[in-house]
């Protein structure tokens, strides 16, 4: 399975309110790399993820994915902080939302990847928060399981849910070989999903901190876990003024 796309940021200058919020900032992300941008809250974690899915234009300076631009690639699968589901359908009624032409076969395996084997007949109301979040991104893959763009897709969750929707999301990732950006405030989220941080902070945007992380992330041990996460916790507190 190919890899996903490369993605090449280059912002010359984006004003949100009439104050300058990115100028001059670059980055780019490798096919198939794993990033997570993590900062403040309103630092503009979710508007790079905006750009990156060709949703907000307004900037002067390029967005391209696999060297086009994003308004014009491929829609990603995206994945927000609460699963905005469509609560007139089923859980197959959302899939097929974003898929008309897939088989009632597809639809199962699509579930099952997430762990929702047998639920294709119920209501968003009848599944718990973390199963909720389970069945956005299987409509997210279905979308594109070669772009993933993550926006704090665990928030407001039991540790536990959290936790066991980490491994699954590394493990289809993993197996997608997909390009996916990470949006996070958690050190934990950022030293268990992705191979590589970014830390942005600042008026304009500015990038303080480019960390590689090493082992794959589905493979990682609770050892890795924590040496990455005292990582990622340095590099934010002396980012701290």
């Excluded at 536990?160 to 491994?167: E, I, N, P, S, Y």
């Excluded at 958690?186 to 303080?208: E, H, M, S, T």
């Amino acid at each position: 399975m190919a890899r996903g796309p490369g993605l090449s940021l280059a912002i010359d200058r984006l004003t949100f309110g009439g104050r300058l919020l990115f100028e001059d900032f670059r980055l780019e992300v490798a096919p198939g790399e794993i990033l997570a941008l993590i900062g403040p809250s309103g630092v503009g974690k979710s508007t790079l993820l905006r750009i990156l899915a060709g949703v907000e234009t307004n900037f002067t300076g390029q967005a391209l994915v696999d060297g086009w631009p994003a308004a014009k690639a491929p829609v990603p699968g995206l994945v927000f902080q609460d699963a905005r589901l469509l609560p007139w359908l089923t859980c197959e009624g959302n899939l097929r939302a974003v898929c008309p032409q897939i088989s009632d076969e597809a639809v199962e395996l699509a579930l099952e990847a997430v762990g929702l084997s047998g639920l294709g007949p119920a209501w968003p109301r009848q599944l718990s928060g973390g199963m909720q979040r389970r069945l956005g991104l299987a409509r997210a893959l279905l979308v594109n399981p070669q772009l993933l763009l993550l926006d704090e897709p665990f928030v407001s969750l039991d540790l536990a849910v959290v936790r066991d929707l980490q491994t699954l999301v590394a493990g289809l990732i993993a197996r997608s070989q997909a390009t996916a950006v990470l949006v996070s405030h958690d050190p934990q989220d950022a030293a268990r999903l992705p191979n590589r941080v970014i830390l942005i902070v600042g008026r304009p945007v500015r990038i303080v901190a480019d960390l590689t992380l090493d082992s794959a992330p589905a493979q990682r041990t609770r050892s890795d876990i924590a040496t990455y996460e005292d990582r990622i916790e340095t590099a934010m507190l002396e980012a701290t003024p």
